[in-house]
């Protein structure tokens, strides 16, 4: 471990870890998590920061259990994580005693690339080897172990063998110059850009060949890392994830070429063609599984900024394609909103009137992390992402990864010595499911900033009810919860902000704090409208 650089280990230790755990050496950190959940997902943003492997350790097949909807998002996000877990001693397994997981290889499944039970204690060893390899190689994932607790007393004749593996996989080029032929004659092309730009560092290649092939470009749907800066005068916006609405919105190009994103991430059902009449698709992807699942169009498998480097040397340069006008993060085609009203002391802030004032309040460096997806439209409008590595939301739409992904975050970015302030804007509702993880920002003293939007509902379940003709829906009222005062029961400073003015002091004062900060601002429950 020490030797692959996996000197942080992320958990929350059960009984059968302790062994594993025992004489933790002076050069190792143990992040403690108070639940496993949390731990996966600081882990996550750890990884993602860093652009490393992060191994995590929760609680035999319990611990597991709880973690598996961030593990679900850690899969989806294309995370390279190391899961691990202590399973009783190796005599009592086939009495399936008390905290057995008795099918360790079947329990984390679909949500890990490999799992896998060493058979002797002898394989540990080479077992950590191969889940790194895993774990790393294309697509990037979540892997699991389940690691008896007796083996780690037993005497080990194997060697500790670490070697290196790759996590870049080129394009067959005979394939990618056919690609590139069929981008140059198209009459109308477009880009369709996903995370997996995002995550190689592509922004550079990405803006190259928009500019080179005179395309507009947009965020694939429900894009959890923005790919191209939305400043640019070819983004396009982020396209909606329902079937006809996507269809609908790309009408009128001949080619759609998507890079690092499945074709297509869809939620509600809203029927239509897969993709506009007389358009034919491209797809770029390091994920076969990706390839195989899409519905249309013709594929490669590479490492999505190796693929644009290769088109941008292949693709003549176009005429300068005219700005395009950007359309606004919506489930639906949007027209770009009017501006919400001035925020001041008059009444709930809006949300948007919130984000506004957050993009004055912090400084333009800021990291951003999102968990209230009725907002999301908005925030991104106020807050328009123009830096690489300055957003993260989650990829699954599983409720309860972004709090304790931003603790990793703001981690990552106190080690790297970046130093950047995270910001977590986050609804009152989501941040019930994981906020436990203020405890570990507490604890390590990280200045992570959290705003909480009280808007005493499920907002987005409501505009879903709306989508899907359902009136009545029980449950998707949340009346009575004071996030600042359960922020101050973990150990961070919790403050309240009901105007303008007192969103701006508040953010001030956490800007000079060495700890985390949580600012719940109640804020207008109007409920917004998907299509």
């Known amino acids: 471990m020490r030797n692959l650089g996996l000197t942080t280990v992320f958990g929350n230790p059960g009984s059968t870890e302790e062994t594993f755990l025992q004489d933790f050496p002076d050069d190792f950190r143990f992040v403690l998590g108070l639940h496993e959940a949390s731990v996966v997902a600081i882990a996550d943003g750890y990884a993602q920061a860093t652009r490393s492997v992060a191994i995590v ?18 899969a989806q996000n294309h995370t390279p994580l190391i899961v691990t877990a202590g399973q009783q001693t190796r005599e009592m397994l086939l009495m399936e ?20 039970q060493p058979v002797r204690p002898d394989d540990v060893p080479g077992a950590f080897m191969r889940a790194y390899a895993v774990a790393l190689q294309p697509p990037a994932g979540p892997v699991f172990l389940s690691l008896p607790l007796d083996d780690w007393d037993a005497p080990c004749s194997a060697t500790a063998v670490v070697r290196s593996v790759t996590s870049r996989v080129a394009p067959d080029p005979a394939r990618l110059a056919q690609f590139a032929q069929r981008l140059t004659e198209a009459s109308s092309p477009v880009l369709v850009l996903g995370a997996d730009v995002a995550r190689a560092g592509g922004w550079d290649a990405a803006v190259t060949l928009a500019e080179r092939a005179g395309t507009p470009v947009w965020a694939a749907p429900a894009c959890e890392r923005p790919p191209f800066p939305e400043d640019h005068p070819l983004y396009a916006g982020g396209l909606p994830f329902a079937q006809g609405l996507l269809s609908q919105q790309l009408a009128g190009h001949d080619l759609i070429v998507v890079i690092g994103a499945p074709v297509f991430r869809y939620y509600p059902w809203v029927p239509g063609p897969y993709l506009p009449s007389g358009a034919e698709l ?18 490669v498998i590479a490492d999505p900024v190796l693929a644009i480097e290769a088109l941008c040397e292949l693709v003549p340069q176009r005429a300068a394609a005219p700005a395009v006008q950007t359309v606004e993060h919506r489930m639906a085609p949007h027209p770009p909103a009017e501006p919400s009203v001035a925020a001041d002391d008059a009444g709930p802030l809006t949300p948007r009137a919130l984000f506004r004032l957050l993009r004055q309040s912090f400084p333009p460096e800021t990291v951003l992390v999102e968990e209230s997806p009725s907002n999301l439209a908005d925030l991104h409008a106020e807050w328009p992402v123009t830096e690489p590595d300055s957003f993260y939301t989650f990829a699954s739409g599983a409720l309860g990864w972004d709090l304790p992904a931003a603790v990793g975050l703001t981690l990552a970015e106190r080690d790297s010595q970046r130093n950047r302030p995270v910001l977590a804007v986050i609804g009152d509702g989501s941040l019930q499911y994981s906020i436990q993880a203020l405890y570990t920002a507490a604890l390590l003293e990280l200045p992570l900033i959290v705003v909480v939007l009280s808007n005493n509902e499920y907002a987005i379940l409501k505009a879903f009810s709306k989508l899907e003709q359902s009136p009545g829906v029980p449950g998707l009222d949340i009346p009575g919860l004071r996030s600042d005062l359960l922020a101050q029961g973990y150990g961070a400073t919790g403050v309240r902000a009901g105007t303008a003015d007192e969103v701006r002091a508040a953010v001030a004062e956490a800007l000079k704090r060495s700890g985390p900060t949580v600012i719940e601002v109640p804020v207008d429950p109007t409920v917004p409208s998907l299509t």
């Open 57 to 74: 350790n929760v609680h035999t097949g319990a611990g597991i259990s709880n973690a598996m909807g961030t593990i679900l998002t850690a």
């Open 97 to 116: 005693p008390w905290l057995t997981n008795p099918e360790p290889e079947v329990l984390a499944r679909p949500w890990v690339k490999w799992a896998y």
């Open 282 to 299: 491209l797809h770029v992807t390091a994920d076969p599984d990706e390839s195989a699942r899409a519905p249309v169009g013709d594929s």
